[in-house]
């Protein structure tokens, strides 16, 4: 099959809402009208029902009840605004695809962009783009899944049985889903940062130049997988290559720190998969 093949079915994806489209595309810019996109949210029922639902939970930790987004962007600022419009936007994104494990993709997805939010922080990277490169990392997935489901499903038995994900989908179709994640991203015209991180955030040690925001998602991707199979934190925080953490700047002592505090915000997004 040729990574060509696979867009022919890009119309069975469900449409990024131009809200959120136009939100990722600001990464880019800097002379952002805030209150116009405040109101193009305010505008979307669905999204803007979402984002304040998430916005008053614990998580967030608003002082005071926030009613309208208006609100949110005086309480939370447009930075937090703009990541809870996308992860809203991104994960209520209906799946066309028969019996795919819906929650567990969205929620891995969330986690792992929360993660490496949290790790662009204390590297001090935007945490935001992180976070949305997170979400959007195995985006390609969904396409291949809709491609070819057989050998899709075929290559989940096999990573299901430990066998890599990214070597497995080369051996079955000679691509990997970073690529089709990253054509993907080209074709909703998202920044090219964001192209680049879904791209190679599988292998970021072996880019040159260094891309931080695939090392981060890579990263975020590593600790959410090892807590999730349930490993010891010293076990996890003894098998990160040493020199992505050292690309990157990041404490190992700072990282094994905010484990708890990961594990504990693992179901923090669930109301977004669940509605």
């Known amino acids: 099959m040729k990574l060509e093949a696979v867009f022919d079915h890009i119309g069975q994806l469900p449409t990024v809402p131009s809200v959120v489209q136009e939100l990722i595309a600001s990464f880019d810019r800097d002379d952002i009208d805030v209150a116009s996109l405040a109101t193009k949210v305010s505008k979307d029922q669905v999204i803007s029902a979402k984002v304040l639902r998430l916005a008053n939970t614990a998580h967030f930790g608003s002082p005071r009840q926030i009613s309208s987004i208006e609100d949110a962007v005086i309480v939370l600022g447009f930075d937090k605004l703009r990541t809870l419009v996308i992860a809203s936007g991104i994960a209520g994104m209906a ?30 990277h935007n945490g935001e ?53 990253a054509e993907l991203a080209r074709r909703w015209n998202f920044p090219q940062l964001i192209q680049d991180a ?73 109301s977004l998969i669940h509605s």
Do not use: C
């Open 129 to 181: 783009v992180a976070f949305t490169a997170g979400l959007l990392h195995s985006i390609g997935q969904l396409l291949i899944h809709i491609a070819a489901p057989a050998d899709a499903a075929a290559v989940e038995k096999l990573v299901a049985s430990g066998a890599s994900r990214t070597a497995s989908e080369m051996n079955t179709f000679g691509f990997n889903h970073a690529e089709v994640g």
């Open 95 to 124: 799946i066309p695809i028969p019996a795919f494990d819906k929650v567990h993709y969205w929620r891995y997805s969330l986690n792992v962009a929360n993660t490496a939010k949290l790790l662009a922080k204390m590297a001090r």
């Open 198 to 270: 879904i791209r190679y955030h599988n292998e970021p040690l072996k880019q040159e130049p260094f891309q931080p925001m695939a090392a981060l998602v890579h990263l975020g991707e590593y600790i959410i997988h090892h807590l999730e199979m349930g490993d010891e934190p010293s076990e996890l925080i003894g098998n990160i290559p040493l020199a992505l953490t050292d690309k990157l700047t990041l404490n190992l002592d700072r990282i094994a720190e905010s484990l708890d505090g990961i594990r504990e915000q693992m179901g923090s997004w669930d």
